[in-house]
């Protein structure tokens, strides 16, 4: 929450300047809310200005509660806020469930027609106006109650004395695609939301955004992994639907055949992974990707990848387990999957993007290691990560782009698909080899020819062989992020869409005059060696995680580390209730294990 | 490696035959790891001999299996190979076909693989149309494993898991890939040199997705199987007339494939759709073409340009 938050009214006329504000809109689903946090997103990044958003989502085909949060910020903005400063409510029942999450003294706008019963609580102030009949009427009878959302968007830039000339013109981009009719409508919503008196309330202003120059764009995770993808040379990938995967699948889908690619939907998890397979042996960069229970299927597959040392890139959209779950919810219960997953010892990468922006830069380091180690590696995302909008510094990409290769240069005569004094690269397909004799790429343990071998001092080199790419990768791996000093009493790990909150915990745990600092990890298989020399500086390592303390009361990265370090200064701070982490949630739960060390 | 040259273009396809002569002696790998007497023999020996009248380029030929005892296949052969693993050989084909037309994906596996575990991968691959050539080498039994009821095992037969019997009817392989949508359906027999080699070939020269059960006895657990369509054990071997069967008439090979005990051997089935293949390479040049000339990396800023 901001330094400068709004305060109840006071005066008509007087404009407060604000750093940040959290703005929560509650409906249904079918409102279209989700479309006004999109475009205040998209402004609050043409403005230089900092934006988080998140989001709830029936799992319901249609209908059914739904919020949509904006925390829109003048500086550095990590979490999409634990309170709201406005909230937005469209039915009694929207209003019923979020009014807890409003702040003291926050105000309400809520549909006159459709909230009947307020509570006159926490000096929350009310503000009642016809959404619905006001929008029927802006528009003409027949457009009914369609555009209501452009009638509350209206409404939110006047109070926050937000740009509405950009605004237009986003709205207008956006909808100049379709008919006429939806762009006029749109615009006629969205002035009498903007015209509307609204009467004796304090307006705002935000001060102005403090992010850097130069071109920033809004998008959300699975965008921009999508987009790291095909910067990083992926041009061939399968898949099946599922939730929170499916849009970057259907983005592959979309987008691969401008670059000469092709995305297969495939009919099921194991035929997704296996297609892969056969694209990365066929010589491409390949990718698969799906949630935890598709993940679960293609393990089979993936520990062939690991046998039969293919590169292969597989992201997992991680979502509320086990089985169906929580499906439109967000946690962090996949790791042990990701990293031991499968049958036999399969070494393999996992990596883990901490925010919006990161999701492209992961899917370039994973396309990295699987073509440097010829290994599956699995990128672990978020459901939070998946669907949140965030504005930031577009990407270089004469700076990161990696054009795709097929290596079909003759191998001489002493190459051999499986070497045992170096990393494996494959020859695929196409390739002529000088020696006459052809490799067989296989599932069972073989000799540096790929023939069967069930030689047991074979299996033991072999087992080693695919090993040594963990130990290459975790002294090569960078140091991890720090923020705060490199000592103290406390030093807090998360990694994905956990960092954000982690952040700002301990921002506010220092301000507070605890001695803490935090680490992200990106690399969360092998761990970085350099990972060491960073816990030792600290009297306790809490690991902030959104998956279950288990039997032995830690968390799953918790647990890794506790394998590794064998330190009972290891810790958890665990939840699974489904929701992102409240910054309250882990500065609580940190000053809980410093109060037991000190007592 | 040091003198390698990368691209970023995948070969076209080419009808080329080879430059360097492909013999029998070049595609031989290691020696079959099969019981002595088992009818596999007879569809490798056969494979070198069709591979060796087409001339299609050694370091073009890929021959992907997934488990079983046939699927122990690629280990026989000096091609590019991959043994992949229980079921799953299809989709992994369906990978290398589509990713490279420049190379002839051919795949090989049992009854097991084809219509058990792998089932539901045979009705996609097929219904999609991928160029390939697929050949079940159907032994009614469960070999590897030592002596387990198959898919397409009669009723009434006796194994490890049905002591008293089979009871469960047992697919119907022609039936079975009708439906699916297979764009070429046949059927012969181990035994049956000259008329396998016709049809492994017209397999192969098939523009989409060609499957081929191939009757192969399993000497160790399942002999005689079929004897009853092997002359030489007093069978009586039927081929299809193709004067007298339409093979575009989907529903007279239905008919004709009702009864497979032992059923006529042939062509059942064979017509010309698009294949996936072909549509995606449609899609990808039509929208190629849309963009003009423009570099795959500026397309990439174009779309970050429509996110600011």
């Known amino acids: 929450m901001s330094t400068a938050t709004a305060s109840a009214p006071s005066s008509s006329d007087s404009k407060k300047t604000l750093r940040n504000a959290v703005i929560r809109f509650a409906g249904n689903s079918q409102d279209g809310i989700q479309s006004i946090g999109g475009f205040l997103a998209r402004l609050a990044g043409r403005t230089a200005q900092e934006v988080m958003t998140y989001m709830t989502i029936p799992s319901t085909i249609s209908g059914g509660p739904s919020i949509f949060q904006v925390h829109l910020g003048s500086g550095e903005v990590l979490t999409a806020g634990d309170e709201a400063d406005v909230l937005v409510a469209f039915y009694q029942h929207s209003y019923d469930s979020h009014f807890g999450a409003l702040r003291q003294g926050g105000i309400c706008l809520y549909d006159s027609g459709e909230v009947k019963e307020i509570k006159h609580e926490r000096g929350v102030f009310h503000i009642g106006i016809p959404f619905t009949a006001a929008t029927v009427e802006a528009i003409g009878g027949s457009a009914k109650d369609r555009g209501k959302n452009m009638f509350v968007l209206g409404l939110i830039v006047a109070v926050f004395n937000l740009d509405k000339e950009k605004l237009v013109g986003i709205i207008s981009r956006q909808f100049g695609k379709k008919d006429e009719s939806v762009l006029r409508n749109a615009l006629l919503a969205f002035d009498a939301g903007y015209a509307y008196q609204i009467g004796d309330i304090e307006k705002f202003v935000l001060a102005p955004g403090e992010a850097d120059s130069g071109h920033r764009i809004s998008t959300d995770g699975n965008q921009m992994l999508s987009m790291g993808l095909l910067a990083a040379g992926v041009r061939y990938g399968a898949a099946y639907p599922i939730t929170p995967w499916s849009s970057i699948m259907e983005t592959l889908r979309s987008e691969l055949p401008k670059y000469g690619g092709i995305f297969v939907q495939a009919e099921d998890e194991l035929a997704a992974v296996s297609m892969a397979i056969g694209e990365a042996f066929a010589g491409h960069l390949a990718m698969t990707g799906s949630s935890g229970p598709g993940l679960s299927l293609k393990m089979e597959a993936l520990g062939y990848a690991s046998m039969a040392e293919l590169p292969l890139i597989v992201v997992n959209v991680q979502r509320g387990g086990p089985s169906t779950g929580l499906p439109t919810s967000v946690e962090q219960s996949d790791l042990m999957q990701a990293i031991y997953g499968s049958h036999g010892d399969t070494p393999r990468f996992v990596l883990a993007p901490k925010d919006v922006e990161d999701c492209f830069y992961i899917a370039l380091e994973a396309g990295r290691i699987a073509r440097k180690y010829s290994s599956p590696v699995i990128i672990l995302s978020d459901q939070a990560l998946s669907s949140r909008i965030e504005a930031f510094e577009e990407p270089d990409i004469d700076k990161h782009w990696v054009e795709p290769t097929l290596d079909l240069s003759p191998r001489a005569v002493d190459w051999k698909p499986y070497p045992l004094d170096k990393t494996t690269q494959h020859a695929p397909p196409g390739t002529k080899m000088a020696a006459g004799k052809y490799p067989h790429i296989s599932g069972l343990e073989h000799d540096e020819w790929g023939h069967p071998s069930g030689n047991a001092k074979m299996h033991q080199q072999m087992t080693q062989k695919r090993r040594q790419k963990l130990l290459d990768a975790a002294a090569e791996f960078p140091v991890p992020e720090i923020h705060g000093d490199t000592t103290g009493d406390a030093l807090i790990i998360a990694w994905g869409s956990a960092w954000g909150p982690a952040k700002e915990a301990c921002e506010r745990l220092r301000s507070e005059g605890h001695k803490v600092s935090a680490a992200n990890l990106r690399h969360l298989h092998p761990l970085p060696n350099a990972l060491d020399g960073m816990l030792a500086g600290f009297k306790n390592v809490v690991c902030v995680e959104m998956n279950d303390y288990g039997a032995y009361g830690y968390g799953q990265l918790a647990t890794l580390l506790r394998a590794k370090y064998a330190d009972p200064k290891i810790k958890s701070v665990c939840k699974t209730d489904g929701l992102a982490f409240r910054v309250r949630e882990i500065v609580t739960g940190v000053e809980k294990h410093l109060a037991a060390t000190k007592a | ?308």
């Open chain 2, 1 to 308: 490696m040091s003198n390698a040259v990368a691209t970023s273009e995948v070969p076209v396809a080419s009808d080329a035959p080879a430059i360097e002569k492909v013999t029998k002696k070049a595609l031989t790998a290691d020696h079959p790891t099969w019981c002595p007497g088992c009818g596999d023999f007879a569809v490798l020996a056969m494979f070198y001999r069709v591979l060796e009248k087409l001339q299609i380029p050694q370091e073009k030929i890929v021959v992907v299996a997934g488990i079983g005892c046939s699927s122990r296949f690629p280990y026989f052969m000096n091609t590019h190979s991959l043994h992949f693993i229980h079921g799953r050989a299809l989709p992994l084909a369906t990978g290398v076909s589509l990713s490279r037309p420049d190379v002839h994906v051919f795949v090989f596996g049992g009854d097991g693989d084809g219509f058990s575990i792998g089932g539901n991968h045979l009705n996609h691959a097929a219904r999609k149309n991928i160029k390939l050539t697929y050949i079940i080498m159907d032994n009614f039994v469960y070999g590897l494993t030592k002596n387990q009821t198959s898919p397409t095992t009669p009723i009434g037969r006796k194994s490890k898991t049905d002591p008293t019997g089979s009871v469960d009817r047992p697919i119907n392989p022609m039936k079975q890939l009708l439906a699916s949508g297979a764009t070429f359906i046949a059927r012969t027999h181990a035994a049956q040199v000259k008329h396998m080699e016709e049809i492994f070939t017209r397999a192969i020269q098939h523009d989409g997705f060609s499957v081929v059960e191939c009757l192969s006895e399993c000497v160790m657990f399942y002999p005689g199987a079929f004897d009853d369509s092997w002359p030489k054990k007093g069978g009586a071997w039927e081929t299809i007339d193709e004067t007298q069967h339409d093979v575009t008439d989907d529903i007279a090979a239905f008919k004709l494939a009702d009864n497979l005990a032992p059923g006529k051997f042939g062509v059942y089935y064979q017509v010309n759709r698009p294949t996936k293949n072909e549509l995606e390479q449609k899609w990808i040049d039509d929208t190629q073409a849309k963009l003009g000339a423009v570099s795959q990396k500026d397309i990439l800023k174009k779309r970050f340009e429509a996110m600011r």
